[in-house]
């Protein structure tokens, strides 16, 4: 088993935490989801956080926890589906974490948010856009893709069977 982190990345619907959340326990490791750190650093939801403090803050506020969490005993560490934007933490997550791609069709991620009070479910075309411009970096920091459009526990199977038999250095 590696001893780095894994950390798993993708848009918004990816099933990050549904998955990750598997993966570790397949893996027998602690489950980490940044977005919940953020919000209880500051103690209260994100859609109210974007409200109140706006992206900036979320965003600055979403380097430093991963940074943090890195710091630790790895685990897998569920990723804000922006997470990747920041430079400085793909940079991070290069030097301590293999990295999976959620990816799934737009239409998959939307009809699993569409409903939701995720602050940057406006409207799918936008949401289409802003799922476009980020696949360069999920694509750039990923070892793996895995087609998230399945059922979490077969993505979870996929990505833990990686894992077991990663090198100590993800393929970039």
Same mark, same amino acid.
């Given at each position: 088993?590696? *001893?780095?982190? $894994?950390? $798993?990345? %993708?848009? &918004? %619907?990816? %099933?990050?935490?549904? !998955?990750?959340? =598997? @993966? *570790?326990? =397949?893996? %027998?490791?602690?489950? !980490?989801?940044?977005? =919940? @750190? /953020?919000?209880? =650093?500051?103690? &209260?939801? /994100?859609?109210? /956080?974007f409200a109140k403090r706006g992206e900036l803050w979320f965003r600055r506020t979403e380097e430093a926890v991963i940074r943090e969490v890195l710091a630790g005993e790895p685990g897998v560490l569920a990723l804000g589906g922006g997470a990747l934007e920041s430079a400085k933490t793909r940079g991070v997550l290069g030097r301590l974490a293999d990295v999976v791609w959620l990816r799934a069709d737009i239409d998959v991620l939307w009809a699993r948010v569409k409903d939701s009070d995720r602050p940057l479910v406006s409207d799918r075309a936008r949401f289409e856009r802003r799922a476009r411009a980020r696949e360069e970096h999920y694509r750039e920091a990923a070892g793996l893709e895995v087609d998230a459009a399945g059922p979490a526990d077969e993505v979870a199977a996929r990505v833990a069977a990686w894992v077991a038999g990663a090198p100590a250095e993800a393929p970039r």
């Open positions: 088993m590696s *001893a780095r982190w $894994l950390a $798993l990345s %993708g848009f &918004m %619907g990816a %099933g990050k935490t549904s !998955v990750g959340r =598997r @993966v *570790a326990t =397949r893996l %027998g490791r602690e489950f !980490v989801d940044s977005d =919940r @750190v /953020i919000e209880e =650093r500051a103690g &209260m939801p /994100i859609p109210e /956080i």
